[in-house]
């Protein structure tokens, strides 16, 4: 039995022989079921070049690929029940989102989503985890989530409702993960600090056909919050293991380790103005490859229902192994597996990028809780006299385009 699957039997466990010793099963039962929520929220946007490359492809961008097509980005179905006592301190909840739209593509778990739907619209469960809490350690206690995971480092989320911008930066798309099935935890130290630690079986990997490789990877890290009289909070995770494929490298890939370092952190200023910035490096032993990038987003909240964003990055991909596109619909999914695939990279790099926006969010009520309007506007260019962009014939592009996203 693995070690996730100890820790939910145990926790369930404990819960029931607390209930045995004298806690009344129907008064758990419907206190646990009571605050069940169901959610939905659509997301679809367009983002044109302003080079109209011959390839469609907006190179270097995973969630809005294709230049001047409008795009069905995500329809997402979202089940949660929060965590809540079952006896003896312990604590159970379960969080489950289907997905399905373009960003699927990208955010594909192989072996689990990646055969669903081939199309450019595909299908995959976003996260699916059992929720814990456990009384161990500490006063305040160990949470986890066990099962399909959303990768818990870096700034930018998938969700569009908890992210300022359409497109995603570099460091995002190529150099923190994604999706993960495994275990995470939280150690609460204090009420400011939380260790954090886990272990998967890779970015966007799962088990059998869908493992690339032998060998699991895991993170350790830190998390502050509330800092400074409540301005500062900030994360940093490690992350360590392999995570090229076998089929791409041969049996070495199984030693050959990725090692992800990422902080990042946010200080509010007041409720109208924050700032928030990531630094990431990343070196992988297989590829012989390394990224580095500083990343820094400034928000003024000019209106409860107006915001101003503003993300400036300097990434640079030190062989061109990492800023990648893909031509194809299961592109993405076939280069996790070292399978052959049509793709457009780039030499080494360092890009540089500049993007503005205002996020719009009227109340409009009955039933909606979410309107959001994000008009974009992105400025890319290579720093070293490459051309990466539109099919490698120029060193800057203009990216502009519009998402909008409605919530139930």
């Known amino acids: 039995m693995g070690l996730g699957l100890r820790v939910v039997f145990a926790v369930l466990l404990a819960g029931a022989q607390a209930r045995a010793a004298g806690t009344q099963d129907k008064a758990w039962t419907d206190q646990w079921f009571s605050d069940v929520s169901f959610g939905a929220q659509i997301e679809g946007g367009v983002m044109g070049s302003s080079s109209h490359p011959a390839n469609n492809l907006n190179f270097g961008q995973l969630l809005s690929p294709y230049a001047d097509q409008a795009t069905l980005n995500q329809l997402t179905f979202t089940f949660t029940k929060p965590v809540d006592?079952?006896?003896?301190?312990?604590?159970?909840?379960?969080?489950?989102?289907?997905?399905?739209?373009?960003d699927a593509r990208s955010y594909t778990i192989a072996g689990v989503s990646d055969r669903w739907i081939n199309g450019r619209y595909q299908a995959m469960p976003a996260f699916a985890n059992v929720a814990l809490h456990m009384p161990w350690f500490t006063s305040r206690g160990l949470d986890g989530q066990i099962g399909i995971l959303t990768s818990p480092m870096g700034v930018e989320t998938l969700d569009p409702s908890t992210r300022a911008f359409y497109t995603l930066a570099y460091t995002t798309e190529y150099s923190t993960p994604f999706e993960h099935v495994g275990g995470m935890f939280q150690l609460h130290l204090d009420r400011h600090f939380d260790l954090q630690f886990g272990a998967d079986t890779g970015n966007q990997t799962s088990f059998g056909r869908g493992d690339n490789n032998d060998r699991p990877a895991g993170y350790l890290g830190v998390t502050g919050n509330d800092l400074a009289d409540g301005h500062l909070s900030f994360t940093y995770l490690l992350r360590v293991g392999p995570e090229d494929a076998v089929r791409a490298l041969g049996p070495r890939a199984n030693g050959a380790m990725r090692y992800w370092n990422d902080l990042n952190g946010t200080w509010t200023?007041?409720?109208?103005?924050?700032?928030?910035?990531?630094?990431?490096?990343?070196?992988?032993?297989?590829?012989?490859?390394?990224?580095?990038?500083?990343?820094?987003?400034?928000?003024?909240?000019?209106?409860?229902?107006?915001?101003?964003?503003?993300?400036?990055?300097?990434?640079?991909?030190?062989?061109?192994?990492?800023?990648?596109?893909?031509?194809?619909?299961?592109?993405?999914?076939?280069?996790?597996?070292?399978?052959?695939?049509?793709?457009?990279?780039?030499?080494?790099?360092?890009?540089?990028?500049?993007?503005?926006?205002?996020?719009?969010?009227?109340?409009?009520?009955?039933?909606?809780?979410?309107?959001?309007?994000?008009?974009?506007?992105?400025?890319?260019?290579?720093?070293?006299?490459?051309?990466?962009?539109?099919?490698?014939?120029?060193?800057?592009?203009?990216?502009?385009?519009?998402?909008?996203?409605?919530?139930?």
């Open 85 to 102: 006592p079952i006896g003896g301190g312990y604590g159970l909840g379960m969080n489950l989102r289907m997905l399905y739209g373009s």
């Open 269 to 408: 200023f007041s409720k109208k103005w924050s700032v928030t910035a990531e630094v990431n490096q990343l070196h992988d032993e297989g590829l012989r490859a390394d990224t580095w990038s500083a990343v820094v987003w400034g928000g003024w909240h000019m209106h409860p229902n107006l915001t101003v964003n503003a993300r400036a990055e300097l990434y640079r991909d030190n062989t061109g192994s990492f800023v990648t596109s893909f031509a194809e619909n299961e592109g993405y999914a076939q280069a996790l597996l070292g399978n052959p695939t049509r793709s457009v990279s780039a030499p080494a790099t360092t890009y540089g990028a500049l993007t503005l926006n205002t996020v719009w969010r009227p109340e409009v009520g009955h039933h909606i809780k979410l309107l959001q309007f994000r008009p974009e506007l992105r400025f890319d260019r290579s720093l070293n006299g490459t051309r990466p962009f539109d099919d490698q014939h120029h060193m800057g592009r203009i990216l502009f385009g519009a998402d909008m996203t409605l919530g139930f």
